[in-house]
């Protein structure tokens, strides 16, 4: 029977295995519980829909150029100094200063009435619905070489090794779509120990479906120079709808075509 304190380690290490830091054989694993266990995929899953969205880039919003220059105009940032007299007396009944020293903190207060009635960035909406896809990618000996995870909406796939088998020297695992009844698309080379993210064009994005399915093939470090698989290709896997979010709360895994559901 687990305790609460496993299943708190057992929850680390799915997320650590979808962010592709475990050690070789901590991954192999998880990649096994995965596929042996509903329990174990759907918490993977779960995790994978909590931690891809914060691999989007947030673009820096810079204000703009009139924003700095009425801050500097209100608090008279290039006006000339009031003249201060040096003696005691002189500085308390000095009119001039007061005024300016009254000026400057209206001028603040002004500022930061002008700050906070510019228009802030609206929020990025969360998506009611969100669809991934995913594959995982056998081996020939039967193990899981690798497992995908794609995000059709942002043009993006996440590649985690599982326990690939190991390539000679000046070979490289490259990941290919091939459609039905068409030929191999390259999609990006991949690693044997660590998570990989690809960019998804928009042309592969259009034959990205489940009747497709992913293979790697052993290639040259930097990849197939014909466009088309050169080695052997030493693992292959059908690709399904893996998450869906209709429900809040709820999270739905397929794997080898069966819907596993579990609450987020």
Known sequence: MNTPADD???NLRYAEYVLGVLDADA???????????DEA?????????????LADTIADVAPAPYVWARIRDELQLDAPPPAVVATRKGLWNNLALWHWLGIGASAVAVALLVMMGLPSRAPTPVEANVSYMAATIQQDNGSTGWTATMDPQRGRMVVVPGSPVAFAPGHAP???LIPAGGKPIAIGMITLDKATTLTLAPALLAKLDTTAILAVSVEPPGGSPTSQPTGAVVAKGAIDHAVTSGTPGKVALRVDGEALRGSA
């Open 8 to 10: 708190g380690n057992n």
């Open 174 to 176: 490259e990941l290919w």
């Open 41 to 53: 995929a759907t918490a993977v899953a779960l995790w994978q829909r909590r931690l891809l969205p």
């Open 27 to 37: 991954r192999a694993e998880v990649a096994h519980e995965v596929m042996a266990s």
